[in-house]
């Protein structure tokens, strides 16, 4: 068996780049409009580029044996994908609330990505709640989603509440109390997602994270 694998040498200009994953399946989720905002945080100097996957409709296919396979429908689908990974420094990792669970697409999400794309990166968890919930994804993800592939969760999280009364771009659509905290807290935790990215892009240069022989996490 043979996984295609793209593996592409950091940036020599030093472009600090952030990828925004929006979980939920939804076309219109509240999940999108949250990570809208925070591109939009990035972008306005922050970082230098950002860019955001959307897995509203689902554009990736449920895991088969033939990614493993190199089946061309898996590398027409997924070495674009693969090499957007690769040339981003960190991540935002957004997950609606569904039944208490991480939604079925992002979770497949993982299951498609490597340690090559993004093993020893960091990545910022950001939950999305309809009401006072939030938890279980944050749980959920720190727990099951990182293990081959390395990801590496910061401590910081953010879970987003009675999100459809916040971050709208209409302010009297928004609870302006609520609405101010997370704008700010946001703000701070992508920041603190930024050092990350600049202390771990040291870790991968330092050929310690490089092997073939502990391949999966334990």
């Not at 939804?26 to 970082?47: E, F, P, T, W, Y």
């Not at 993800?141 to 987003?160: A, G, Q, V």
């Not at 202390?199 to 092997?211: F, H, I, K, N, Y």
Request: proline share 5%; with cysteine; hydrophobic share 40%.
């Amino acid at each position: 068996m043979r996984m295609a694998i793209i593996k592409i040498a950091w940036k020599q200009d030093n472009i600090m780049k952030i990828g925004i994953i929006s979980g939920s399946h939804r076309a219109n989720a509240q999940s999108l409009k949250v990570a809208n905002h925070i591109k939009g945080v990035l972008d306005k100097g922050l970082v230098d580029e950002s860019w955001l996957y959307s897995l509203s409709d689902n554009p990736l296919p449920l895991w088969d044996q033939g990614v493993w396979d190199g089946d061309p429908k898996w590398d027409e689908l997924l070495i674009p994908l693969r090499k957007q990974l690769t040339s981003c420094d960190g991540f935002v990792i957004i997950s609606p609330e569904w039944h208490g669970q991480v939604p079925a697409g992002l979770k497949n999400f993982f299951l498609l990505v490597s340690r090559f794309e993004i093993g020893h990166k960091p990545a910022l968890i950001v939950s999305v709640s309809s009401g006072d919930g939030g938890s279980y994804p944050v749980a959920e993800l720190r727990m099951s989603s990182y293990k081959n592939n390395r990801l590496c969760y910061i401590p910081e999280h953010l879970i987003i509440r009675h999100v459809e009364n916040v971050l709208n771009d209409v302010p009297t659509d928004n609870d302006e109390r609520s609405d101010t905290y997370y704008r700010e807290r946001i703000e701070w935790s992508l920041g603190i997602l930024k050092e990350y990215a600049i202390a771990l892009q040291t870790v991968r240069d330092s050929g310690a994270t490089e092997t073939d022989k502990f391949k999966n996490g334990m």
